[in-house]
């Protein structure tokens, strides 16, 4: 799952969602320094993606992409399973999505100095653009997988998984479908905890 979902999950408290928002971004038990709200939402961000990443309907979906991807399909079907809940967005939550984003928005400004460095950079940029907002169209997905290859060490084949996204439309939708309540009710489950 990628940002949209990872804070979506988190259920209400800000602080859950902080720590779930730079899970990626918090390695090992440094942790450790933040708040014991923030902490739930690190490793709730952890659970969440050691679940997807072994779930059988995530790892049929990344077959689609193996080819070409290898060990960064995961990461693409991240990208569109968060394009699947823009797009459901109204099946899974009573928030319209521009509301939910923008005060995702106003939470993640009001908090910025707790943020690691490298969110810090990205953050700006990810608000000013409503990048959470634009996943429901595939040129929103498409650009963010440009930013990302740019970036980090994502192979630059955008192309390749636009058309992958497109040729599958409906089954990748059809995975994500069966595989999100399973995610929701294991992160509901936590958050109870």
């Known amino acids: 799952m990628n940002f949209l979902a990872h804070l979506y999950l988190s ?19 440094s ?3 933040y ?16 679940f997807t990443d072994k ?11 193996q080819e070409h991807y290898g060990r960064y ?7 569109f399973y968060d394009h699947y809940l823009a797009v459901n967005w109204n099946i899974y939550s009573n928030v319209e999505l521009s509301r939910f ?22 953050l700006p940029f990810l608000i000013k653009n409503r990048g959470l907002e634009n996943y429901r169209n595939i040129k929103g997905i498409e650009r963010a997988l440009r930013i990302m290859s740019e970036y980090s060490s994502l192979p ?21 479908k069966g595989f999100f309540p399973e995610v929701k009710e294991m992160s509901e489950k936590i958050l109870r905890q």
Request: no cysteine; net charge positive.
């Open 35 to 50: 708040s014991p709200e923030i902490q739930k939402g690190i490793l709730l961000h952890r659970r969440i993606d050691e």
């Open 11 to 29: 259920g209400e408290s800000s602080e859950v969602r902080i720590g779930n928002f730079i899970g990626d971004y918090v390695k090992g038990s």
């Open 31 to 33: 942790y450790s320094k």
């Open 73 to 79: 399909s995961g990461i693409i079907v991240d990208m």
């Open 156 to 176: 630059a084949k955008t192309d390749l998984a636009i058309k992958v996204l497109k040729e599958n439309y409906d089954r990748l939708n059809n995975d994500f």
């Open 101 to 122: 984003v923008s005060g995702v928005h106003r939470m993640l400004i009001l908090n910025y100095f707790k943020m690691p460095g490298r969110v810090k950079r990205f």
């Open 55 to 65: 779930h059988p309907i995530v790892k049929q979906s990344a077959s689609l992409l």
